[in-house]
T-cell receptor, first 113, second 115 residues
Framework: GDSVTQMEGPVTLSEEAFLTINCTYT??????LFWYVQYPGEGLQLLLK?????DKGSNKGFEATYRKETTSFHLEKGSVQVSDSAVYFC????????????FGKGTHLIIQP | DTAVSQTPKYLVTQMGNDKSIKCEQN?????MYWYKQDSKKFLKIMFS???????INETVPNRFSPKSPDKAHLNLHINSLELGDSAVYFC??????????????FGPGTRLLVL
């Protein structure tokens, strides 16, 4: 079946540091890929997405590129802020979402001032 | 103008009780979902439902049942609540199809605590 593997945290960085959160996937079809973010005590918000190979999703300074050859969708940001502290989930949608999203286990990011 | 809403936000109840969580979406989507997030933050699909098909994750106990009065609503009914049902339950919706259409939008979650 489908699966998503992402680095487990917590990941602790200083403000203005460069961020990479790794995500790799296995899927039977040709999935769409997503990053969701969950701030403390809140629900899931879509951060960015990519629906085909070599697509780059971007939002709020975050970027991720759909790499079919390495089955990866790593999340990056050039300069993190304290307000970026949250849990980040990599996810895939196969079969048009009929089976729901398959999530990674989430990466807890802590940014220190 | 909330896109996906859930009620209640918090639910504290005793073991053995029956409870329902409500979900509504105003995005005009045709597919809705329920997810469970455990204490370690792991998210797992429970159900996906549109007017044609209900897909049930085989690991979900039959004490859990989705009920959809119309396309904009998908409620979750839970019978005989157990301690292990304590979790955060998220509703989501999307428009069926592949690519960008498959993007799911989530509600704020319902935090269920079974005592």
């Amino acid at each position: 079946g489908d699966s998503v593997t992402q680095m487990e945290g917590p990941v602790t960085l200083s403000e203005e540091a460069f961020l990479t959160i790794n995500c790799t996937y296995t899927a039977t079809g040709y999935p769409s890929l997503f990053w969701y973010v969950q701030y403390p005590g809140e629900g899931l918000q879509l951060l960015l997405k990519a629906t085909k190979a070599d697509d780059k999703g971007s939002n709020k300074g975050f970027e991720a590129t759909y790499r079919k050859e390495t089955t990866s969708f790593h999340l990056e940001k050039g300069s993190v802020q304290v307000s970026d502290s949250a849990v980040y989930f990599c996810a895939l949608s196969d079969r048009g979402g009929a089976d729901g999203l398959t999530f990674g286990k989430g990466t807890h990011l802590i940014i220190q001032p | 103008d909330t896109a996906v809403s859930q009620t209640p936000k918090y639910l504290v109840t005793q073991m053995g009780n029956d409870k329902s969580i409500k979900c509504e979406q105003n995005l005009g989507h045709d597919t809705m979902y329920w997810y469970k997030q455990d204490s370690k933050k792991f998210l797992k699909i429970m159900f996906s439902y549109n007017n044609k098909e209900l897909i049930i994750n085989e690991t979900v106990p039959n004490r859990f049942s989705p009920k959809s009065p119309d396309k904009a609503h998908l409620n979750l009914h839970i019978n005989s609540l157990e301690l292990g049902d304590s979790a955060v339950y998220f509703c989501a919706s999307s428009q069926s199809g592949t690519g960008p259409l498959g993007t799911q939008y989530f509600g704020p979650g319902t935090r269920l605590l079974v005592l």
